[in-house]
């Protein structure tokens, strides 16, 4: 039985899309986070230095149990779960897609 490159090359096409377009999610993703990253760092260094010039008060042990739910290991995994749901939702090439996601991360 020989192989026709017709009968391969939708399924070629559609793994290299998805790769491609997986890498360049990822890749985004983790560009953005470190502008996010950046942004909540000097948000923290503004309102540091507006508590001590006695503008603001801070309850920071009401803030760590307000936060701390966010990064329970559950939390974590749900919204991973949920993020590469809605990326892949509807997808053929969803087998690809991840792996690029994740080198795209991993690069970026």
């Known amino acids: 039985m020989e192989w026709e490159w017709s009968s391969i090359a939708p399924f070629a096409e559609q793994l290299g899309f998805g790769l491609v377009a997986g890498f ?3 890749y985004a993703l983790k560009k953005v986070g470190k502008v996010v990253a950046v942004l909540v760092g000097l948000l923290f260094v503004a309102v540091q230095v507006l508590a001590s010039q006695g503008f603001l ?7 760590q149990a307000r936060v701390d739910p966010w990064f329970e290991t559950d939390t974590l995994d749900g919204a991973w779960r949920s993020l ?11 087998g690809a897609f991840v792996p690029g996601l994740v080198v795209g991360l991993r690069r970026g």
């Open 57 to 63: 008060t801070v309850h920071w042990g009401e803030v």
């Open 24 to 26: 360049a999610v990822g």
């Open 84 to 94: 590469v749901g809605v990326l892949t939702h509807n997808l053929t090439f969803a």
